[in-house]
């Protein structure tokens, strides 16, 4: 057993991102579309939704609850790891990358299996039945995700998956002198995490980290 963890530097990064199921034409496209259109380039890696994808489709997920849409990169990607009756239901505030993401939704392979919830997710989320979820994955403002938390475990049937993106806050995470507004925000979630009994989790270095949970059974 080593017992320290091998350094991932930006080349190991590379060689991961190149030894990964590759981005297709859809999604770079749909990529390349939203930068033209001043969307913010802040969804996942290609490596990180080739994960997801990965992690839905060996749990049979089949309902999946994302919060933080932007153009949908991560919603197409997901629905890809659900079977024909699957379900994206993803929840937006801005309706400027709410409109993108449904155009691109409904040009790709998976229009039909994927919802956008327009509105504050704070305000959205009620309405989601208790354990109507396989899986959750949060990517919205980052100051949001302990209440996101307390929505995901409710919303998530035992045995359900937690996932979150940037959990690392840009390598801030362990940085006591770091005070920045997300730096705060991540470690009071990951605070928030480890204080419910009934997750297990751990932090997937992809990205900018993401967040693996279990809920118990
Ligand atoms: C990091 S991006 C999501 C990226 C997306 N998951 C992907 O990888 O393609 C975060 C998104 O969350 C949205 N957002 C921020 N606060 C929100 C809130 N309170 N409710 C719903 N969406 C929110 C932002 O407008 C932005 O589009």
Redesign the pocket.
């Known amino acids: 057993m080593s017992k320290a963890s091998t350094p991932v530097d930006h080349a190991l990064f590379e060689f991961i991102a190149r030894t990964t199921i590759q981005e297709d034409d859809l999604l770079r496209s749909l990529r390349e579309a939203a930068a033209r259109e001043g969307l913010p380039e802040?969804?996942?890696a290609p490596e990180q939704a080739a994960f997801l994808q990965l992690i839905l489709r060996a749990a049979n997920a089949r309902t999946v609850i994302?919060?933080?849409?932007?153009?949908?990169?991560?919603?197409i990607a997901m629905a890809r790891g659900l079977p024909a009756n699957g379900r994206v239901i993803t929840?937006?505030?801005?309706p400027k990358?709410a409109a993108f993401a449904e155009q691109w939704i409904e040009r790709s392979d998976q229009r039909g299996k994927i919802e956008v919830r327009v509105g504050?997710?704070?305000q959205t989320l009620p309405s989601l039945a208790d354990g109507s979820a396989d899986a959750v994955f949060l990517?919205?403002?980052k100051p949001?995700y302990v209440t996101y938390l307390q929505h995901a475990m409710r919303l998530l049937r035992p045995g359900g998956i937690l996932l979150a993106?940037n959990v690392l806050a840009d390598g801030e995470v362990s940085d006591p002198k770091a005070t920045s507004t997300t730096a705060l925000a991540i470690r009071r979630f990951l605070a928030a995490v480890q204080a419910t009994v009934s997750l297990r989790s751990v932090i997937v270095p992809l990205g900018d980290g993401c967040l693996f949970g279990v809920k118990d059974e």
């Open positions: 802040i969804h996942i994302e919060v933080g849409t932007l153009g949908g990169y991560s919603a929840h937006e505030l801005d990358h504050n997710a704070v990517d919205a403002d949001g993106d």
